[in-house]
């Protein structure tokens, strides 16, 4: 008699594409490709409906109407999300929002079926500890944790044993079915994707530049603003003396066929990036990329050898890396070159996926 096909479900958190979002098609693209399981994708009411097409190329979307944080805690939201993970015979629920930690846990505990629960941290924050949030850690099988900053962040000493099993492993991006080009080092072109927000900078880029503009550069941004965001930025672009160089390509799905295309990235993240794909996509497509040094950054770049690290929000210091690139092609290239190579021996996607299916047990 022929074995069933393992099924892994994953709990999809936000109605939004995102760089979670990214991560898991990549990943659940990559094991659906290997024969050896089925994938399911539970969707938050109201999700995006290109994004649910998108996902619905490789598994099954059913709706979750219950992912809403109103519904962490609630019983009645974990016994649906039980009955989902009956219907469709789940043998492992990923999730990656703490959000749907209890909902996931208790659903666990309700399953009239063995679940394997696995939970991806992306966070740089400290776990919540009291007596329930431990009950809920001790129903999760695997917390994997995206960057060594993230599990010395999250988990303090006292919480380690509560935890069935930690293991930190890095993100990567799938390039297997991208055309990689190298980079035409000769020029100055910046690329910055990613959300346009307070927290990733994107306005003190703008006035790092500011300081350069006697250089020849362009700076193109991919992303979408967030609403809060929208009156700040379109002011510091109004005001700006370079706001002629700088040119917006809005939200992209298909970033990484335009990254060959530029020679320089810029990552100025005010806030401690966890597992940054950006950065990983800079990387592997052997740009040159100047990053804030204030989250799990230092754990692939090393300064001066595969990219530029400079102090969060120290927009002189972002101006000084930005020009040393910017006036210097060979530099451009001796740094994205050692990075694309440092990303094909330490961080490529085989061994991400390695990785994974020893969690999983493929």
């Known amino acids: 008699m022929e074995k069933r096909a393992m099924t892994i479900a994953f709990y999809i958190a936000s109605p939004t594409w995102g760089g979670g979002e990214q991560n898991i098609f990549d990943l659940a693209s990559a094991i659906t490709r290997q024969g050896k399981v089925k994938t399911i994708f539970f969707f938050p009411q109201g999700s995006r409906q290109t994004m649910v097409d998108r996902f ?14 109103l519904f962490r805690f609630s019983p009645f939201a974990a016994w649906q999300l ?20 209890f909902q996931a846990a208790m659903a666990k505990r309700i399953c009239r079926r063995s679940i394997q629960l696995v ?64 980079p035409d080092y000769s020029t100055a072109r910046l690329i910055y994707h990613g959300r346009i927000c307070a927290e990733k ?18 700076l193109d941004i991919a992303g979408t603003v967030a609403p809060e965001y929208r009156t700040r930025w379109e002011k510091a672009l109004e005001n700006s003396p370079i706001r002629d160089r700088i040119h917006l390509l809005g939200f992209r799905n298909d970033i990484r066929s335009l990254l ?4 320089i990235g810029v990552l100025p993240s005010i806030v401690p990036e966890a597992c940054s794909l950006t950065l990983l996509e800079n990387m ?16 692939f770049i090393n300064n001066g ?9 120290d927009m002189e210091a972002l101006a000084t890396a930005l020009r040393s690139l910017i006036s210097d092609p060979s530099l451009r290239q001796r740094l994205g070159k050692q990075a694309r190579q440092d990303f094909q021996d330490k961080h490529n996607y085989d061994l991400f996926i390695a990785q994974m299916n020893t969690i999983y047990g493929l």
């Open 119 to 182: 939970a991806g941290q992306h966070l740089v924050r400290r776990a919540t500890d009291n007596l329930l949030w431990r009950w809920a850690y001790r129903q999760i099988d695997t917390l994997i944790c995206v960057s060594r900053l993230v599990r010395e962040t999250y988990i303090p000493t006292d919480l380690e044993t509560v935890f069935p099993r930690i293991t930190v492993i890095h993100n990567s991006v799938n390039l297997s079915q991208d055309k990689q080009n190298t």
């Open 82 to 101: 039980a009955r989902l993970l009956q219907k469709y015979e789940v043998d492992i629920l990923h999730i990656n929002s703490r959000f749907s930690y």
């Open 260 to 263: 060959s295309s530029y020679s």
């Open 284 to 299: 592997a497509y052997g740009l040159a990329t100047v990053s804030s040094d204030n989250g799990s950054e230092p754990e």
């Open 56 to 69: 619905a190329q490789i598994g099954m979307c059913p709706t979750f109407p219950y992912a809403r944080k």
């Open 305 to 313: 050898d595969n990219g530029l690290l400079v102090r969060a929000g």
């Open 201 to 218: 900078g994107v306005c003190e880029l703008v006035k790092a530049l500011e300081q350069v503009q006697d250089l020849p550069w362009q």
